[in-house]
């Protein structure tokens, strides 16, 4: 069973094996359509997309953020309809980083099912290696998809305010440094950070080729950023929770899990004027 991430050659090995699906999850925020284009014009044979709006978001009301969660009922369904299983071995990619299929990886370990994987280096390292790609239009068998739910994975805006004074417990934010500190915001409509937060842009657990850090980098530069901070008192977020659990990937993968998802983000979090707001690096 893979619960991290899985290279280009194993996967290739499990394309015919049923017990194995794939998604891709390709998503260009900027031009929300694109993933879905670029399935179509090719990918990993027997892949089924999903889109992060219609499959990996829930409704909007406006202040819970761009892409808030949704209920664990409607995320089983849809996961469901994907054909998965209770067992099946689930592998997703993107485009190069994972930071959309992250997104999945994190939902479907918080609806409890830990067969679940990152293609290392996505679509990019599986054309690398020369592996075949498809355009086929895929079909699959929609299955019941049983959810466990673990809420503990996760924390509410009202949580992450209340223990803001609290130096047990450590928020992360993973954008860039500029969106952190305020000075270049192109997405939300207030900029800065959560205060008392620290910044690992999520882009640092890779290496220059998108794939991830050897575990013994990965722990170390995370053991600098968290210290002796319980893992459980580890808070990770990002401008919409999508970014936010390619951090969470990136200890799970190091040996350092049990960190938890502020899921809404800064972009829930910056909806309340009544919320604190911070700038520059404090």
Same mark, same amino acid.
């Given at each position: 069973m893979f619960t991290t991430l899985v290279d280009a050659a194993t996967l290739a090995q499990h394309l015919q094996d049923p017990a194995w699906v794939v998604l891709d999850a390709r998503f260009d925020l900027a031009a929300p359509e694109k993933g879905e284009q670029l399935y179509r014009e090719g990918h990993v044979p027997g892949a089924r997309y999903v889109h992060l709006d219609r499959h990996l978001s829930g409704e909007k009301t406006g202040s819970n953020g761009r892409h808030p969660l949704p209920s664990p009922e409607? &995320?089983?369904a849809r996961f469901g309809a994907l054909g998965i299983a209770p067992g099946t071995q689930v592998v997703l990619y993107d485009g190069d980083t994972g930071m959309y299929a992250a997104r999945g990886w994190w939902m479907l370990r918080w609806l409890g099912h830990t067969a679940v994987a990152v293609l290392d280096g996505g679509f990019a390292a599986w054309q690398r290696?020369?592996?075949?790609?498809?355009?086929?239009?895929?079909t699959?068998?929609?299955v019941a998809f049983e959810a466990r739910v673990s809420d503990d994975?996760?924390?509410? &805006?009202?949580?992450v305010q209340a223990h803001l004074e609290d130096r047990s417990?450590?928020?992360v934010d993973a954008r860039a440094n500029d969106?952190?500190?305020?000075?270049?915001?192109?997405?939300?409509?207030v900029a800065g950070h959560i205060p008392g937060a620290v910044n690992r842009f999520f882009q640092l657990n890779l290496t220059p080729e998108k794939t991830f850090k050897s575990t013994g980098d990965l722990r170390a530069e995370w053991a600098a950023i968290v210290g002796g901070t319980d893992a459980s008192r580890v808070v990770m977020y990002c401008g919409s929770g999508v970014t936010a659990?390619?951090?969470l990937l990136a200890l799970e993968h190091a040996g350092l899990p049990g960190a938890r998802l502020f899921p809404g983000s800064w972009s829930e979090w910056c909806a309340s004027?009544?919320?604190p707001r911070a700038t520059g690096d404090a």
């Open positions: 409607v &995320a089983a290696a020369g592996l075949p790609v498809s355009t086929a239009d895929e699959w068998t929609p994975r996760h924390v509410p &805006a009202a949580d417990r450590l928020l969106r952190f500190r305020g000075e270049n915001e192109t997405i939300d409509p659990c390619h951090n004027p009544d919320r």
